[in-house]
């Protein structure tokens, strides 16, 4: 599983996920900042990364049947080490996340 890391997503959490074998860029890696939110779910779906976000106009766009990779999102901010805990755990898990929403922290 590939991810794509929203802006406001930590980016030293993305440098750490990545030296831990976790294919994810970020949005601005991906010249993609500022890309309205339909595109960069797009680019997720055609690239099969799933979107780790704190912005619910994706769960918005998952309501209306958009199609994607998956969503994950963080239903609060969470700080570095609490990131990479989290995205490991979804790594393990899970092997396709195509159209589904994960909410993290998990509960």
Do not use: C
């Amino acid at each position: 599983m590939k991810f794509l890391a929203d802006e406001h997503i930590d980016l030293p959490a993305i440098k750490a996920l990545n030296r831990l074998g976790i294919g994810i860029i970020s949005v601005q890696e991906s010249s993609m900042k500022s890309y309205s939110d339909e595109k960069i779910l797009s680019y997720g779906s055609l690239n099969k990364r799933a979107i780790i976000t704190q912005d619910s106009d994706f769960l918005k766009l998952h309501s209306k049947g958009v199609n994607h990779a998956g969503i994950i999102f963080l239903t609060k901010p969470l700080n570095t080490s609490e990131i990479i805990r989290e995205i490991q755990k979804v790594f393990m898990i899970f092997e396709n996340l195509e159209n589904t929403v994960i909410f993290i922290p998990w509960k």
